[in-house]
């Protein structure tokens, strides 16, 4: 069965610290994963796919297929991170995107 | 630009009384999608529409579900007979077409906060 699996539901970190956002999937052949952010009032939006292979507002994450996993990371927090993050998988086979619980990242100052 | 909108944005209701969500998709995204939040939890689908025919509604929870879209723009998703499991908040998402394996981008609309009381 297709699965997402976000194990922290909050993470807090101080400013200028690592982060981490963990992101574990479950699915037979090659996903295409997404990580989408949600601010504080604001709408869910994407923040990057693992095909792009790029880094936006910091954040990088990697496909490691041997552990399936795509963990979120940045080096350095900052206050403005603080946010819900999404991971969710997509079968190339259709449009369906499945999801994750989702983790609050709190940064404190 | 306008992005999706939907309407209400919350909306409270009595067991058993019938509600309906709208959603205003982004001018020119064919493809449509719900989606049920339920409080700490992730996104769980419910229907997709490309143009105006859902080709899949399997993720919509029971027959009370129903949605329908008209005119490849607004989409409604009403849910019928509310019971207080159906308490959500529903989004709705819009994007171009997706063709093949090719991946496009989902846009989401606010959301609509359901309590069912």
């Known amino acids: 069965a297709q699965r997402v699996t976000q194990p922290e539901k909050l993470l807090s970190v101080f400013k200028g610290a690592p982060v981490e956002l963990k992101c574990n999937y479950s699915?037979?052949?090659?996903?295409?994963l997404f990580w989408y952010v949600q601010y504080s009032r604001q709408r869910l939006q994407l923040l990057l796919r693992?095909?792009?292979?790029?880094s936006i507002k910091g954040f990088t994450a990697d496909l490691n297929k041997g552990e399936t996993s795509f963990h979120l990371k940045k080096p350095f927090a900052q206050e403005e991170d603080s946010a819900m993050y999404y991971c969710?998988?997509?079968?190339?086979?259709?449009?369906?995107?499945?999801w994750g619980a989702g983790t609050k990242l709190i940064i404190k100052p | 630009g306008a992005g999706v909108s939907q309407s209400p944005s919350n909306k409270v209701t009595e067991k058993g009384k019938d509600v309906e969500l709208r959603c205003d998709p982004i001018?020119?995204?064919?493809?449509l999608y719900w989606y049920r939040q339920r409080l700490g939890q992730g996104l769980e689908f419910l229907i997709y529409?490309?143009?105006?025919?859902?080709?899949?509604k399997s993720g919509l929870p029971s027959d009370r579900f129903s949605a329908e879209r008209t005119g490849e723009s607004v989409s409604t998703l009403t849910i019928q007979r509310t019971q207080q499991e159906d308490s959500a908040v529903y989004l709705c998402?819009?994007?171009?077409?997706?063709?093949?394996?090719?991946?496009?981008?989902?846009?989401f609309g606010p959301g609509t906060r359901l309590t069912v009381t």
């Open positions: 998402a819009s994007s171009l077409a997706t063709s093949g394996g090719l991946q496009v981008e989902q846009y």
């Open positions: 529409f490309q143009g105006n025919s859902a080709p899949d």
């Open positions: 693992h095909i792009s292979r790029e």
């Open positions: 001018s020119g995204h064919t493809a």
């Open positions: 699915y037979s052949g090659s996903p295409e």
């Open positions: 969710a998988l997509r079968s190339w086979s259709n449009y369906q995107l499945i």
